[in-house]
């Protein structure tokens, strides 16, 4: 038979509790990752148990590294999981937590390993703007620079199109994300060329600097130094935009994605570039087994270092930030999700 004085004497008031609790020091600081339990969901966020006084408060905009339109969608009733504490208690005595921030150090976690292991990701376009196109990578806002597009599409028609990429820039300290999809491309189509292999391409953009030539879907560069042996004041003297050309490759660099061409190593006498095209296409294979020749007597240091080309950078676009500060609505086309 229970003892009915013990019992009324173990009776535990709401007040007890409280008084207990103010006992304990919790150590609850900005910055902490902590278990918590959620309890009640609300139309814009959601309480959470992690064993302090006071409910802890998740607003919806932190729930996740993406677009969230209902509590629902991430957090159920009684799930037990982790949570950032984002901010100190408030004159109420209730933390603000967060899902988003966790899942963004373990995106740049991951997309670090990423870039270490050279690896090639898939991204759809979701805008573009000004400067190149906006992807998203592990949650994360990405870049991709317009010089870094490989593509005869206009950018506007890209958005919602899947892109192989690489990472050219993965600094979490800046919050910049940039990749490349030319290099992505450029890499994939390196495993089918060799230096001193004769291609042949269509010109698909003259700058001063030299010449555009598309190759099986990727883009390399005839630099105006490669062109002839003889002087030329511009590559419009000489191609004109969808002139199908004969160009040997002479470098491929997959660091940089890019793609060298010469016709110049391809004329047999200085010039022919300019006075008889035709010989130079004609002669082309022949003259590649030379360069080659002397590609691999150089490689064995019979011959002294070969000239290579000098090609101009193109200017630095203006690089958005991978996450949390806004898109200027009047460069991008599509909203954002």
Do not use: C
């Not at 309480?47 to 408060?57: E, F, S, V």
């Not at 100190?88 to 976690?109: C, F, H, K, P, V």
């Not at 870094?148 to 890209?158: D, N, V, W």
């Not at 130079?280 to 290579?308: C, N």
């Amino acid at each position: 038979m229970v003892n009915q004085k013990t019992t009324a004497e173990i009776g535990f008031t709401h007040e007890d509790f409280a008084a207990l609790l103010d006992k304990y020091d919790y150590h609850f600081s900005p910055g902490d990752i902590v278990a918590g339990t959620v309890f009640s969901i609300e139309p814009r966020g959601a309480l959470i148990d992690i064993g302090a006084k006071t409910a802890a408060y998740i607003p919806i905009q932190e729930m996740s590294i993406n677009r969230v339109d209902a509590p629902e969608e991430v957090l159920q009733s009684n799930e037990t999981r982790e949570f950032f504490i984002l901010t100190d208690e408030n004159e109420d005595g209730q933390l603000t937590l967060s899902i988003r921030r966790i899942e963004y150090m373990r995106a740049w976690e991951r997309v670090r390993q990423l870039q270490a292991e050279d690896a090639t990701v898939r991204s759809a376009v979701f805008a573009t703007n000004r400067g190149g196109a906006l992807v998203r990578i592990e949650g994360l806002r990405g870049f991709i620079p317009g010089s870094h597009i490989s593509t005869r599409k206009p950018k506007e028609e890209l958005v919602n199109e899947e892109l192989p990429l690489k990472f050219l820039e993965v600094d979490e300290e800046r919050n910049r994300l940039v990749l490349s999809h030319r290099r992505a491309l450029v890499e994939r189509k390196m495993n089918r060329l060799e230096v001193g292999e004769v291609v042949i391409g269509t010109v698909r953009g003259i700058k001063p600097y030299g010449a555009f030539i598309d190759i099986g879907g990727v883009s390399g560069l005839l630099h105006i130094s490669e062109i002839s042996h003889e002087h030329i004041d511009t590559p419009h003297s000489v191609f004109n935009v969808n002139d199908e050309v004969k160009v040997m490759i002479i470098d491929l660099d997959a660091e940089r994605g890019r793609i060298s061409l010469s016709t110049k190593q391809l004329e047999p006498e200085p010039g022919d570039m300019i006075k008889n095209r035709d010989l130079v296409y004609d002669k082309a294979e022949e003259m590649a087994a030379k360069y080659r020749e002397q590609l691999l007597a150089k490689q064995e240091g019979v011959l002294p270092s070969m000239e290579l080309p000098v090609v101009e950078e193109p200017a630095v676009e203006e690089i958005p930030p991978a996450i949390e500060e806004e898109i200027i609505e009047e460069e991008v086309t599509a909203t954002e999700d």
